[in-house]
Nanobody
Framework: QVQLVESGGGLVQPGGSLRLSCATSRMTFRVYAMAWYRQAPGKQRELVARITSGGSTNYADSVKGRFTISRDNAKNTVYLQMNSLKPEDTAVYYC?????????????WGQGTQVTVSS
């Protein structure tokens, strides 16, 4: 079945950087819109960044100018470069793959990777 495997999370000090990766398999990666979501304790899961199959991107206002989403169709992988990290960025980050068609939607999630921003 389709697999999405996140990596790159960890503990970082405020102002630091991390790069998350989401490696996918058993799916036609290039036709999917890919996204990163996050969920902090006690909060709802929220969209962080999204990139379409054509490469268009959008970001949550809270991360604009600090985070960059990108994709490598040759490697079936999506990335999230996170700079100038803040304590409020602490959350579990999830990778999402979505493809909406006329009669069916495909929606897949990874298992999540923890990002902790703390001094």
């Amino acid at each position: 079945q389709v697999q999405l495997v996140e990596s790159g999370g960890g503990l970082v000090q405020p102002g630091g950087s991390l790069r998350l990766s989401c490696a996918t398999s058993r799916m036609t990666f290039r036709v999917y819109a890919m996204a990163w979501y996050r969920q902090a304790p006690g909060k709802q899961r929220e969209l962080v960044a999204r990139i379409t199959s054509g490469g268009s991107t959008n970001y949550a206002d809270s991360v604009k100018g600090r985070f960059t989403i990108s994709r490598d169709n040759a490697k079936n992988t999506v990335y999230l470069q996170m700079n100038s990290l803040k304590p409020e960025d602490t959350a579990v980050y999830y990778c999402n793959a979505r493809r909406s068609m006329v009669t069916v939607d495909y929606d897949y999630w990874g298992q999540g990777t923890q990002v902790t921003v703390s001094s």
